[in-house]
């Protein structure tokens, strides 16, 4: 979701201008940016078997699913490495999001001296260094 500031929001204009310069930054592994965010995902199930492919025809599916839960990604990418990492869980809690941030710490970039984490998520607004 995108968030339009007020006309002459100058708080605003910083704020972003200082996430933006996150971008900028050369890549060093000591000091890692890494984007979070996290969503929520409906689970669907054929209500009916495809039809299988024939010569010339490609398999069918009908339109007609069955809702089969919800299911929570937490997914983390740092750009400048082009890695990603998404965790999957079946509810949304700050437990999850902790374990998460906890796994990113001390086994995805061990090494960081501190990892700059950007997130735009349901929780969380904003941006931290760990």
Not at 43 to 69: H, L, M
Request: net charge negative; with cysteine.
């Amino acid at each position: 979701m995108w968030c339009i500031p007020a006309p002459a929001n100058a708080a605003f204009v910083c704020q972003m201008e200082t996430v933006l310069a996150v971008y900028r930054r050369t890549s060093d592994l000591a000091y890692p940016v890494v984007r979070m965010d996290e969503t929520s995902e409906q689970c669907a199930r054929e209500a009916r078997d495809p039809i299988p492919a024939k010569p010339g025809q490609s398999e069918r599916y009908d339109v007609e699913y069955e809702r089969n839960g919800v299911t929570h990604l937490l997914a983390f990418y740092a750009p400048f490495e082009n890695w990603r990492h998404i965790d999957i869980a079946d509810n949304h809690t700050a437990e999850q999001w902790a374990q998460g941030v906890r796994r990113l710490v001390q086994e995805d970039y061990p090494q960081a001296t501190r990892i700059t984490l950007v997130m735009d998520n349901l929780n969380t607004h904003g941006g931290t260094s760990l």
